[in-house]
């Protein structure tokens, strides 16, 4: 397949959800000819413990499987046994090296120090100092470095082999755009999956994608490059938008929203009305921020911070006689600092915590979705723990790390209710807290809007690039357009 996918938008514009925008937007889409896919490569950074990725690329998978039931689809992950498991199709690796993300990210205990005599002799190396930093750049140069170019020839070309069997490569996922792990991880590796189907002549869509940090000079031209090959690109948001026009992106790209408010949810049996109470369920989803053990923010002393003013919140909402429950949506990344919190909660508030703190299971999309469901409202560091939240109509505080995450409060108009991660301060959360109680109802009203509308764009979105024919298209509009209504 070749050629661009002839969507014509502006730069940046919204989807417009009147009937006439919808139809236009999917008549423009199917007026191009083209044959839809029968085989779909799915990528995404996923397999990393990262449940809004999981969410994201699972509902791109069902989407696609919707409008075209007879489509082959493989995925390509940073684990393949892990999203295989999860997905239910077959995956293969779409870097080199698989990362143990659930070994090495865990809260399960590791040793303290190092183990076994290779770890004795290697701490003792590194004490003689210049001698060890030289050995250890003449080993890199002389061995790894040729060992890893060559492993990497190879692997291109296997993967060149599995391209060459597909009609279009789905990048899904909402932060894909970024330089986490530096200009080698994420750009270079979107880099090279995109040049390697456009030689196959394959077609090539980046669907609702986030996009930044991009600090490396390298990283903004391997993602300048990437996009220049695409044949469509959307975006969750603006923001993106104007951080690709800054590296100098060119293309036409699309706003519509998050893939994950596209998700499927499961059905849940009606709940049985309740007898008003004061007493209130808060989930708490600490992130493992500043923590120099694990993320690229090295500030212990921050991270220290804020989990002992997440601490002095939870216990003021106890003393309130209210329930805590911890869980985050990144389920391995975040288990230390859950586990961190819940010990410092304990330790600062033992005759309140014993019965009234737990920490919630929660290793699927659907153990979220339920964690969620049985809360009142939610304190959140995550993007996509805001989204997973707003799908339930659960009314959350976030702590952003990022800028993405005070975009998304916006949009949901929930600003109020959204502050600097690194500015945490309890005194500041209960005041926020005692807000969001107060307007619960108008908070969820709000959000139930909003995510209805996001839906109704993803679904436009979808109908243009996987439906059929004109007559299905039709179909998928007034679906969208329903949609919009529930």
Partial sequence: MSGK??????????????????QEFCVSSVATGSSKPSRVGLLAHCG?????????ITAV????TLRSPGVSIVGLSMDPEDT???????????????????????????????????????????????????????????????????????????SLLLVWELDMLVIAGGGQLLDWGGPWAFPYTLFKWVLLAKCANVQCIFVNNGAGPLDSSLSRWFIRRTLAMADYVSLRDGASGDLLRKI???????????????????????????????????????MAYGDSKRHWVNDDQGYRRLIDNLAAFCGQMLARGHRIRLFSSDIWFDSQAIAD??????????????????????????????????????????????VFASLQTVPTIALAPHPK?????????????????????AADLVARADRLIADRDGIKARIGVRAAQFKSQLNLQFNALFLANEKTCAEGTRYSQEGALR
């Fill in 5 to 22: 996918i002839d969507i014509d938008v502006r730069a940046g514009e919204p989807v417009d959800l009147s009937g006439s925008g919808l």
């Fill in 48 to 56: 990393t413990g990262n449940l809004g990725d999981e969410a994201s």
């Fill in 61 to 64: 998978l069902d989407n696609i």
């Fill in 84 to 158: 295989t498991r999860r997905l239910g199709i077959p995956c293969y690796a779409m870097r080199q090296r698989v990362f143990p993300f659930q070994r090495e990210w865990s809260s399960a205990s590791h040793p303290a120090g190092p183990g076994g005599f290779a770890g004795r002799l290697k701490a003792t190396v590194k004490k003689t100092g210049p001698l060890f930093h030289i050995a250890n750049a003449l080993r890199h140069a002389l061995v790894v470095w040729p060992s890893q170019f060559f492993r990497e020839i190879m692997f291109l070309l296997r």
């Fill in 248 to 286: 100098g992106f060119r293309g036409k790209m699309k706003v519509v929203a998050d893939a994950v408010w596209g998700l499927r949810l499961p059905e849940r049996p009606a709940k049985e009305p309740v007898m008003p109470s004061t007493q209130l369920v808060i989930g708490v989803g600490p």
């Fill in 341 to 386: 919190l819940d010990a410092a909660i304990r330790q600062s508030f033992p005759a309140l915590a014993p019965d009234r703190v737990t920490r919630e299971t929660v290793e699927s999309i659907a153990d979220m979705l339920t964690a969620l469901s049985h809360v009142d409202f939610y304190v959140t560091c995550r993007f996509h723990g805001v």
């Fill in 405 to 425: 995450v005070t975009t998304l409060m916006e949009s949901l108009g929930l600003s109020d209710y959204c502050v600097d991660i690194a500015r945490c301060d």
